[in-house]
């Protein structure tokens, strides 16, 4: 199985502050790259897709890059209802595998 | 407005089944694969099964084989998961979710979830 870690797996961040997550695969998955949000309580949502794909309806503030096996999300001028568990995932091989989640809070 | 409404969780004791449904609505329903995803408790997210448009090829994780089965009724636009000999490891919420246009694109839409609880 391909092995997803994120980092870090908890951070803390001002309003307006830009924040990067971080997610190193195990092995090369050819920018098959999700990025979802999680709000508390709620399902997940589709961010990013094909590392760096802005999903309908998603703010520009949003943004995803990388290749190979190491990729980012970047959050420009951090909102308050940005407090959320983001989660990557590879869809390059089956099982897709989600990283450990990286909890953002406000500071 | 893409909807996947899941039902048929709750509390079941080890060794027993449960089946899980997934109402979905909004879109052509027989065009998507389509998925199950679990998250324990304060947990990540993992990938249980997925099934093609057709019905035609499923796809499960290892600790689940042999043990769960998705199914779909495309007429009835409704996913569905049987669970049988169920764990206390298989205790979490489990979310139905449509795969995206492309095969890469991840999981675009997530139902709300159901909680299904083992425990004797």
């Known amino acids: 199985d391909i092995q997803m870690t994120q980092s870090p797996a908890s951070l803390s961040a001002s309003l307006g502050e830009t924040v990067t997550i971080e997610c190193l695969a195990s092995e090369d998955i050819y920018s098959n790259l999700a990025w979802y949000q999680q709000k508390p309580g709620k399902s997940p949502q589709l961010l990013i897709y094909y590392a760096n794909s802005l999903n309908d309806g998603v703010p520009s503030r949003f943004s995803g890059s990388g290749s190979g096996t190491q990729y980012s999300l970047k959050i420009n001028s951090l909102q308050s209802e940005d407090v959320s568990i983001y989660f990557c995932?590879?869809?390059?091989?089956?099982?897709?595998?989600f990283g450990g989640g990286t909890k953002l809070e406000l500071k | 407005e893409v909807q996947l409404v899941e039902s048929g969780g709750g509390l079941v004791q080890p060794g027993r089944s449960m089946k899980l449904s997934c109402a979905a609505s909004g879109f052509t329903f027989n065009n998507y694969d389509m998925a199950w995803v679990c998250q324990a408790p304060k947990k990540g997210l993992e990938w249980v099964a997925t099934i093609s448009y057709d019905g035609s090829s499923t796809y499960y994780r290892d600790s689940v084989k042999g043990r769960f089965t998705i199914s779909r009724d495309n007429a009835k636009s409704t996913l569905y998961l049987q669970m049988d000999s169920l764990r206390s490891e298989d205790t979490a919420t489990y979310y139905c979710a449509r795969q995206g246009d492309y095969p890469g694109m991840g999981f675009d839409y997530w139902g709300q979830g159901v909680m299904v609880t083992v425990s004797s």
């Open positions: 995932q590879q869809n390059y091989d089956s099982p897709r595998t």
